[in-house]
């Protein structure tokens, strides 16, 4: 049975860089045809997605947030992670890692981490 | 990016009622359309993808349908366990957006 967990800190303080573990078990990361991406959920900007990635090291990111977007991948690990740069206020939200296919439909998702950014 | 906009955005009804959310696409999307389920402090549960494909495990009592820039999820009779938020998403093109939700409350 597929299980995604995110982990890293709740708190971040402003212009500093908030990273994200998810780590997946019950399936491979490598496993072919599946995405792995991160997905926001603010109550002011509600559902908003970050980007993907798949297994080789192929990224996509929401061009509203690329330029402080790093997702990266460690298949040895089982573990995808999420790097967002110079957060503010407005990063706050609860952060959710998925598995979707080559279309955006999350079929599997983790249960969030809520990151607050303030100082 | 497309815009997703949902109506309404509260909808008061009771258990046994027939209830219908709408979602508009701000360009043509074709099929490419997803219906979600959050509840409290939970991820959201897929229950539709292309606009009115059943997901395994979800109630017969969930519908979705509609093309092109007008979509609909319509719950035949409503069950305690269906208050919730429900969110309408596009695929169609990236990044993937979502509506601003839906919630279904108690009358």
């Known amino acids: 049975q597929l299980q995604l967990q995110e982990s890293g800190p709740g708190l971040v303080k402003p212009s500093e860089t908030l990273s994200l573990t998810c780590t997946v078990s019950g399936d491979s990361i490598s496993s072919s045809g599946h995405y792995w991406g991160w997905i926001r959920q603010s109550p002011g900007k509600g559902l908003e997605w970050i980007g993907s990635i798949y297994y080789s090291g192929s990224t996509y990111y929401n061009p509203s947030l690329k330029s402080r977007v790093t997702i990266s991948v460690d298949t040895s690990k089982n573990q995808f992670y999420l790097r967002l740069s110079s957060v503010t206020a407005a990063d706050t939200a609860v952060y959710y890692c998925?598995?979707?296919?080559?279309?955006?439909?999350?079929?599997?998702w983790g249960q969030g981490t809520l990151v607050t950014v303030s100082s | 990016d497309i815009q997703m906009t949902q109506s309404p955005s509260t909808l008061s009804a009771s258990v046994g009622d027939r209830v219908t959310i709408t979602c508009r696409a701000s360009q043509s999307i074709r099929s490419w359309l997803a219906w979600y389920q959050q509840k409290p402090g939970k991820a959201p549960r897929l229950l539709i993808s292309?606009?009115?494909s059943l997901e395994s495990g979800v109630p017969s009592r969930f519908s979705g349908g509609g093309s092109g820039t007008e979509f609909t999820l319509t719950i035949s009779s409503l069950q305690p366990d269906d208050f919730a938020t429900y969110y309408c998403?596009?695929?169609?093109?990236?990044?993937?957006?979502f509506g601003q939700g839906t919630k279904v409350e108690i009358k």
């Open positions: 292309e606009a009115s």
């Open positions: 998925a598995r979707h296919g080559e279309q955006q439909v999350v079929k599997h």
């Open positions: 998403q596009q695929y169609h093109i990236y990044p993937g957006t």
